[in-house]
């Protein structure tokens, strides 16, 4: 039990109420007055009822829901088989960079270029160069279907960066963890496994699902190659009807989609930071 | 077994221009209790990380039951599974139970069955009086507890020689007496140790042998009495006045 709080700690926690009551009113106020006035910038802006009519139509976004809404359902597949993959071949490039040896020098060279190379690259020129160029190859076997294509040229733009995150988190474990583990006779592989990775991981999921978010949008990228996502199905409305209510819907569905992970991701990070320093005032 | 369990023969080991051994000897019999002194970076974690093979000599040898485990055809993790090391950090792994530390090794590397691990594995743990913390995880146990699980773990391989790097170095003074004394049971009941330290009380009662480092060779070795009592080198002597000046004799 703890003794009671002294009139000073009292008045200091009284205080300390008082402030925190003021600063949300004020961020409350602040807020609210900036929303009234955008509000009434934009709607006071002499084109505002055309852009209203061709970008904000309710009737236009309750005739295109159904068509990107299955449209998203292909960008959802996308996301979850590149989201997997990207694991996969991340985590791959990252232990092969972290190679020790002669030996390997051949591999860590080819995954250093790998990731320099893909993390150079603009994703929609990957997308060009992988939706167009393997298909006119001609080889037998060789997937023509925008799906596959495109998730392969995100796969291999995101790995690299994902390669990168797991790279800093193996290196972020400390070496006198891999001097027990193979003191004790474990193997690298068994090193790895069993000690060092189930660590790194922990360090970065927070940038993990960063990159996560970052995915869920640029799996609309796939339009360009032709697939029929919820983008493409917007564009096909928007030609068809000549308003672009369609994008916004699109938009706002991407950003819905965004939300959650961005929150999970929010709340991972922030129990990281309060494991690393519990207690602390800063 | 006749000869010595362990044997370092002219270690020689440098990182880059710093020659840090220059040649080493070291041979540790069975059931014996060598005490490595020197002063700080005199090369002791050096010769011990050598002799553990977690570093490669530049020269020289080392053997494990006569068997010259510095050649490179050797597998080197089957080497380390022969010997336990505790560090002076401890080095326990943060994300698994103090339990889950110690039945690591015998169950993945060793290959023994589950049961008769955790069975030791408890036994050991109430021998050094940490059983009911099996449970918890290492940054919620004091520097002596995670030590003495360290040393715990090291044992759990069933080791031919154990090989301690300074290990009350980080600890508290109050708690340096809990480690040493699990130390001491160690040797007790027959353990080979080599043993690096600045605890020259510990070493006088507790080791066979003390073996001054100097210059990147073993200056002298003897009975504590003898090296610790009478040196005969004068560098030896300057090392343990400046020990005395510390107050740790
Ligand atoms: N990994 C390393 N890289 C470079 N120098 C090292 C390394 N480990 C030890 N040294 C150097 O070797 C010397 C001996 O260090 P060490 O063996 O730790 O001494 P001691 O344990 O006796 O204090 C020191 O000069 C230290 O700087
Ligand atoms: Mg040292």
Redesign the interface.
Known sequence: MLPEPSALELSRRAWRRRRARRSTLVALASTLLFAVVAYLVVTSAPGWPRVQATFFSPSVAWESLPEILSGLWLNLQVLLVGGVSVLAVGLLVALTRTLRGAAFAPLRLLATGYVDLFRGIPLIIVLYLVGFGFPALGLQGMPTSPFVLGTIAIVLTYSAYVAEVFRAGIESVHP??R?????????HR?TMR??VL??AL?TVTPALLNDFVALQKDVGLISVLGAIDAVRSAQILVGQSFNFTPYVVAGLLFVLLAIPSARIADAVSARARRRQQSGSLL | MSGPVLEVRSVVKAFGDNVVLRGVDLSVAEHQVVALIGGSGSGKSTLL?CA?L?ETVDDGQVLLDGEDVTDPRIDA??V??????V?Q?Y?????LSVLDNVT??PT???GRPKAEVLEEAHTLLARIGLSDKAGEYPDRLSGGQQQRVAIV??LA?HPRVLLLDEITSALDPELVGEVLSVVREVAAQGMTIVMATHEMGFARQVADTVAFLDGGVVLESGPPQQVLGDPVEARTRQFLSRVIDAGRL
């Open positions: 006198s963890q001097a027990a583990a193979r003191s004790l006779g474990l193997t068994q069993i000690v189930p660590q922990r | 990380r553990s977690l993790d089957q380390r599974r022969r010997m336990g090391v560090f950090a080095n326990l792994f943060p994300h690591l090794a993945v590397v060793h773990r090291a391989v």
